[in-house]
């Protein structure tokens, strides 16, 4: 099967009804709703910060089409080093069968930094919306591709009463469309094809001018170094999504503030 999210959701509804017979929706439920104060995800990216951007730095072990990123992954001691490096927000991966991740890792980061975290996960139902929100993740991914109109729509909703912003990934102008109608107010562009894993940041050049007063986009994958960034700024994007580049580097903390522009790395 060459269609990489295809695989990924069909692996994802199993996974799911698993944990429904561990944990029935509605402890989850109220596990969610007694969670504690939630970051303020929307309001840390809605502005570009000192740099004239935001950088949500990502706690990514693995991927499908990479392999092992790193092998000595302390996920609390990354979220220390993306704070430190001026990251506006954490990005970790929950996945753990294509990704290598798992809840622990955002609980982790989370609990080692002052920043809003997102949940990185393949949201198919309101059973993770729940699972997210007791985690307490400040925000989750919601994938336009992934998901029904009306889904996308009641996700977003589920997600504000539980006190968490959703990320919206589109890919087209089509898919950017549909997150508009669904309500959405950070919308994501994913520059790599979760088709083929290919990447392109002109994805989201592309549409960059569709963006709609109130709402906020986010550049996601692909993005390797400052020349990539001084491009997507001069096209009006500030947010970026950054995982892989920064996983790799030996000093993250000087990797983020060079991409944020410091001379000195």
């Not at 050049?205 to 960034?229: F, K, P």
Request: hydrophobic share 40%; proline share 4%.
């Amino acid at each position: 099967m060459t269609d990489f999210l295809s695989r990924i959701i069909e692996h994802k509804e199993s996974e799911v009804a698993a944990a429904k017979r561990l944990v029935p929706e509605t402890a989850l439920r109220s596990e969610a709703e007694s969670r504690g104060p939630s970051r303020r995800f929307f309001d840390r990216i809605s502005k570009p910060g000192p740099a004239g951007m935001n950088v949500i730095a990502e706690i990514k072990r693995a991927s499908p089409s990479k392999g092992k990123i790193r092998d000595d992954v302390d996920p609390a001691r990354y979220a220390r080093m993306y704070e430190q490096g001026g990251a506006a927000a954490i990005s970790v991966l929950t996945d753990c069968r294509f990704f290598c991740g798992s809840p622990s890792d955002l609980i982790a980061a989370r609990s080692a930094s002052s920043l809003p975290v997102l949940r990185k996960d393949f949201v198919i139902g309101p059973y993770q919306v729940y699972e997210s929100a007791a985690m307490e993740a400040d925000c989750m991914l919601l994938i336009v591709r992934a998901l029904s109109p009306s889904m996308l729509t009641d996700l977003i909703s589920l997600g504000r009463e539980l006190g968490m912003a959703a990320l919206v990934e589109v890919r087209d102008k089509e898919e950017f469309d549909a997150a508009l109608r669904a309500g959405a107010r950070i919308i994501g562009v994913n520059n790599r094809d979760l088709r083929t894993f290919k990447t392109d940041i002109e994805t989201t050049i592309a549409l960059a001018g569709r963006n709609a007063d109130g709402r906020v986009m986010v550049s996601e994958s692909g993005i390797g170094g400052r020349e990539d960034i001084e491009q997507l700024l001069r096209a009006g994007v500030s947010n970026f999504l950054i995982g892989e580049s920064v996983m790799r580097a030996e000093d993250p903390v000087g990797a983020l503030r060079a991409l944020h522009g410091a001379k000195d790395g």
